[in-house]
């Protein structure tokens, strides 16, 4: 495993309970301590059923999840799950427009639900909400997914988390970001979503988020 951001730590975990997840699902995880008697729910980032192998994002809260970060390679952990219903992704049709929101330790599920719906043929915008610069997390994975991305689809992008940053400045950090293109249609920035039907909605959905300090 390895910290992503203060605090914040990605983990790779491997078994057959991987063959069961969905987007959306999160994990019941015992500590290893026996002083800590409940387990840490923690949602699934990505899934990778091939090889078995799942990946979790999460924050340092308290004394079970500081010793998750101190774990060595190789450790065992007893976990229930998949846990939740999941997102269900299936009305998602090729060239469908989705709009994915969320912030803080909330955006690491979105990162499989941004893949999937990219493997249906969805055009995919990502609204990302972080309480400082120094909580940004995901970033780079996003931008490393963009299929034959073009210049011009970033630039709005970029342009559209300026809007928001200087809208909502000393709240929180904003970012919008064009995370994948569809094999058919380039991917939309914000504006190109259905603008009059959703710009509101994003506004105030933005500023839930990064008055929330970055909390789910």
Known sequence: QVEIAPNI???????????????GQFLHIRVPDDSKLLRRPISIAEIDRDNLTCRIIYRIEGGGTAIFSQLPVGSFLDVMGPQGNGFDLSPVRAGDHALIIGGGIGVPPLL????????????VTAVLGFADKSAVILKEEMKEKVKKSRDE???NAKKDAEELKSKYKNEGE??????FESTERKVSSIKDIEENKLKSIVDMIVKRIVNSNGNS
Do not use: D, N
């Open 9 to 23: 730590f990605s983990m790779l975990l491997k078994g057959q309970m991987v063959s069961q997840m969905q987007a």
């Open 112 to 123: 499989e639900v941004a893949k999937e719906l990219h493997a249906k043929g969805a055009q």
């Open 153 to 155: 689809a970033i630039k």
């Open 174 to 179: 904003a970012i919008a970001i064009p995370i």
